[in-house]
């Protein structure tokens, strides 16, 4: 059975990147679409991209500072966020597949000074 | 893109049927049969329920169906159960590489 494992720091500034990695155990990262979705407190999800066989795609509104990366030695897919403000305050998940069939536990990332 | 549209909150009695709406427009739900459902109970993560509009992943109950009518999505909970108290999203490809989400129902089982 897939596992997905999303691991960072919880506390970023203002003005900084965001950065988070989701490794994946139980099966192979290579035959998948790999995407990060996050959830403000108490509000719904949003999408922010997706990486396939290396190519990654990003939300029309995050695509300026976002970038999606897959470590495919260490089953890893890496998530960077650049100049983060306090409406990037989120649970951060990612997911597999077009159909987001599994997904991590997810992390919660603050953005404060 | 806007978040597709919800109802706030739905609910019913054990053993009765609820069904939640998910609007969204030609350019997403209307035109792609890749809506999902989610449900999420509180502090855990979404978990798929319904893919590409009326498809059940393996292990999850017949009580949760899916269907689609233009741009309106919708899903149909049947002999509804307290496990069934959560809140759920719908999801829809938007094209260009793009996916967008409902703005989530929060079901109430009386």
């Known amino acids: 059975q897939v596992q997905l494992q999303e691991s960072g720091p919880g506390l970023v500034k203002p003005s900084e990147t965001l950065s988070l990695t989701c490794t994946v155990s139980g099966g192979s990262i290579g035959s998948y679409y790999w995407s990060w979705i996050r959830q403000p407190p108490g509000r719904g999800l949003e999408w922010i991209g997706y990486?396939?066989?290396?190519?990654?795609k990003y939300s029309p509104s995050l695509k300026s500072r976002v970038t999606i990366s897959v470590d495919m030695s260490k089953n890893e897919v890496s998530l960077r966020l650049t100049s983060v403000n306090a409406t990037d305050t989120a649970v951060y998940y990612c997911?597999?597949?077009?159909?987001?069939?599994?997904w991590g536990q997810g992390t919660l990332v603050a953005v404060s000074s | 893109q806007s978040a597709l549209t919800q109802p706030p909150s739905a609910s019913g009695s054990p053993g009765q049927s609820v069904t939640i709406s998910c609007t969204g427009t030609?350019?997403?739900?209307?035109?792609?049969?890749?809506v999902s459902w989610y449900q999420q109970h509180p502090g855990k993560a979404p978990k798929l329920i319904i893919y590409e509009v009326n498809k059940r992943p393996s292990g999850v109950p017949d009580r949760f169906s899916g269907s689609k009518s233009d741009n309106t999505a919708s899903l149909t909970v049947s002999g509804l159960q307290a496990e069934d108290e959560a809140d759920y999203f719908c999801s829809s490809y938007a094209g260009s590489n793009n996916y967008v989400f409902g703005s989530g129902t929060k079901v109430s089982v009386l």
């Open positions: 997911a597999r597949g077009w159909s987001f069939d599994h």
């Open positions: 990486i396939y066989s290396g190519r990654a």
């Open positions: 030609s350019a997403d739900v209307g035109n792609y049969n890749y």
